[in-house]
């Protein structure tokens, strides 16, 4: 959990490096409290819950997420693979799970 929060503090920082566990760490948290709002809103009946809990992280998860990519020596702007289908979301994610690369441009 102290990932998930720190991560929360830090999610203008669009500048930096965030290790290999603190990014998984930090989704795990996501994808549970987002697997939690959906089953809310469906108790409620509404998609008010889990539309709210995403607008509100999705500037953290950006963040996360391009300072993960800095970790690995690449932009964030690799990000926009999401977008490719298929192949683009298993290429951003073989890029996440890769191990740091030491000293680069975005230390």
């Not at 809990?53 to 932009?75: E, F």
Request: charged content about 15%; aromatic content about 14%; cysteine-free.
């Amino acid at each position: 959990m102290d990932n998930f929060i720190n991560t929360l503090k830090s999610y203008s920082d669009f500048a930096s490096r965030t290790g290999r566990n603190d990014y998984w760490m930090f989704m795990l948290f996501y994808v549970v409290l987002s697997v939690g709002t959906g089953v809310v809103d469906s108790i409620l009946g509404i998609v008010l819950v889990n539309l709210i809990y995403s607008l509100v992280m999705l500037v953290p998860l950006v963040a996360a997420t391009t300072r993960r990519l800095h970790d690995t020596g690449r932009s964030g702007l690799w990000q926009l693979l999401v977008f490719v289908p298929v192949l683009g979301l298993l290429a951003l994610i073989w890029f996440l799970a890769q191990e740091s690369d030491g000293e680069n441009e975005f230390s």
